[in-house]
């Protein structure tokens, strides 16, 4: 009995040991992502000299809130902050259904210039943001939204990259069948895309939501040409505004403000990737 009870626990070793090294690899790997961000927890907790110190400050100090208050002193960081977070919701909330929408029409309808349109769509990536903002610019002055919440939220509304991710995803995900079932009940274009369509494809809506409020929320470049009034600034340029100091940087206070415009994207993260996670592991179609 002894000698195969042995001879059965020797096929599980080699698998015990490659999970211990898969989970070491992934705890290190972890390590490594976050220390960036625990790094910058610690500059922002002790005074403006810690960024300089060698060997590096490795624990956390007490001159948060200090850092903080001067912060608060250069900038109007919450309404900033506020400004980001209305911003970056309205295009996400925007881009997630509009694109879905686009993507669920190539997909499963047929129509005139159909592929034709989807490569024009795609070609769209291959031009530079750069070359669009002058136009958008004129475009934006004749309609009178320089300087307004509209010139950052409706050029955003939809995107080539949003298009193709739901396009592809729904291709593959939402069967042919169920849309035929809906139509035999019944339901018309827009209550089978609702009701049939949406609940399979939440995983991938989820992931161009996360990517795409990180896109607007980081988004630097054109902010800063379209907003005049500092009232209007996104947290971006709100950060921007800390580097001009004429007695040097202080990096207490610049990895304050950083690490506080951070919060919202983790909290943004940690809320969706369960349901891209949750897609990823028990697929999108169900028996």
């Known amino acids: 009995m002894s000698t195969v009870a042995v001879r059965r626990k020797k096929p599980d070793e080699p698998g015990a040991v490659a999970k211990a090294l898969f989970y070491l690899v992934m705890i290190f790997g972890a390590l490594v992502s976050i220390f960036p961000f625990y790094w ?20 956390p100090g007490s001159y948060f ?46 129509f005139p210039l159909k592929n034709f349109l989807f490569v024009f769509v795609i070609g769209t990536m291959l031009v530079p943001a750069q070359l669009s903002v002058l136009p958008q610019y004129v475009i934006m002055a004749k309609l009178h939204w320089i300087d307004s919440y509209k010139a950052l939220i409706v050029p955003a509304m939809v995107n080539a ?24 009940d019944g339901g018309g274009h827009f209550r089978i895309f609702w009701s049939i369509a949406i609940p ?8 161009l ?48 403000a950083t ?17 891209v996670i949750a897609g990823l592991t028990s697929g999108a179609i169900k028996s």
């Open 161 to 184: 990259f949003g298009i193709f991710w739901m396009r592809q995803y729904i291709a593959s995900a939402v069967h042919s069948e169920l849309i035929e079932a809906g139509r035999i």
């Open 65 to 110: 809130f200090e850092n903080f208050s001067r912060v608060l002193e250069r900038t109007d960081f919450f309404r900033a902050l506020l400004n980001s977070v209305v911003v970056s919701s309205a295009v996400t909330v925007s881009v997630v259904f509009l694109c879905t929408l686009a993507g669920y029409a190539f997909a499963k309808y047929e």
């Open 209 to 256: 939501g996360i990517l795409n409020f990180m896109n607007v929320w980081n988004d630097f470049f054109w902010p800063l040409v379209v907003l005049k009034n500092r009232e209007n600034y996104t947290i971006q340029i709100a950060l921007q505004q800390l580097f001009t100091n004429k007695d040097g940087l202080d990096f207490g206070m610049i990895m304050s």
């Open 259 to 275: 690490f506080t415009a951070t919060l919202p994207l983790l909290i943004v993260f940690l809320v969706f990737s369960r349901w």
């Open 40 to 59: 910058m927890f610690v500059v922002a907790t002790n005074d403006k000299d810690a960024a300089f110190q060698m060997p590096p400050l490795l624990t």
């Open 200 to 207: 399979v494809v939440t995983p991938a809506m989820a992931t």
